[in-house]
Structures are given as C-alpha cells and as structure tokens.
Nanobody
Framework: QVRLVESGGGSVQAGGSLRLSCTAP?????VAWFRQIRGKEREGVASIDINLDETTGYADSVKGRFTISRDSGKDSVYLQMNNLKPDDTAIYFCAATRGRFCRGGFPLGDFADWGQGTQVTVSS
C-alpha cells in the first residue's frame, strides 16, 4: 500500500490562492486530487500521469484556475489553486492508482491508495 500524505490546506478569501502538496512515493502511475463536500460524492479535480508523459487532466469547474504538477526529486505532487471560490470549499484528497494510467472522468474505482485529506475553506 502506498502512503499518501497531503498538506497545505487552510482558509482563504475568495480570489486567493493555496497550494496543496501530496507526498507520493513509489513507482506510481496516475496521481489525482479529489475533493468532497459533506453530504456529496467525492469528485475528481485534477490528475497527472506520473509514469507516462505527465499528461494532466482537469475537471471543467477548475480549468484555468488549478494546476497539477509533480516534483520527482521530492516524490511530490502539487495542486496550485488560484482565484479560489467559495464553491471550492471541501476536503481535498490525494489518490493514486496501481499500474493504471489516468482515465477521463476520474473513475473512483481506479484509485487504490488515498491520503487522509486536507481541508480547504474559501470565504466570500
């Protein structure tokens, strides 16, 4: 089992920025960020193919505002979040597949390993 650890959550006003970090060691394939609002289903936000060509994918709701990237030297994946909106308020999770490249639509069943989550709160 891969141990994923998120950090970087916090509170910010609308229009502000935060950067989330995920320590993701090992020979990973697809790493993604998901978020979950209480009472709602977990939704995919962004993904990156670690073991291919670092192709990235984004949910429509965050395109142009969020950027996913990796630092192979630090075994880390980041989510830079700019122009944050109150609707972005959620717990954000880092997740990784095992031997499977990223697929469109962020299918939850593809992701075997999950972090504990980090809270992001955006106030208006």
């Amino acid at each position: 089992q891969v141990r994923l650890v998120e950090s970087g959550g916090g509170s910010v006003q609308a229009g502000g920025s935060l950067r989330l970090s995920c320590t993701a060691p090992g020979n990973l394939y697809c790493v993604a960020w998901f978020r979950q609002i209480r009472g709602k289903e977990r939704e995919g936000v962004a993904s990156i193919d670690i073991n291919l060509d670092e192709t990235t994918g984004y949910a429509d709701s965050v395109k142009g505002r969020f950027t996913i990237s990796r630092d192979s030297g630090k075994d880390s994946v980041y989510l830079q979040m700019n122009n944050l909106k109150p609707d972005d308020t959620a717990i954000y999770f880092c997740a990784a597949t095992r031997g499977r490249f990223c697929r469109g639509g962020f299918p939850l069943g593809d992701f075997a390993d999950w972090g504990q989550g980090t809270q992001v709160t955006v106030s208006s």
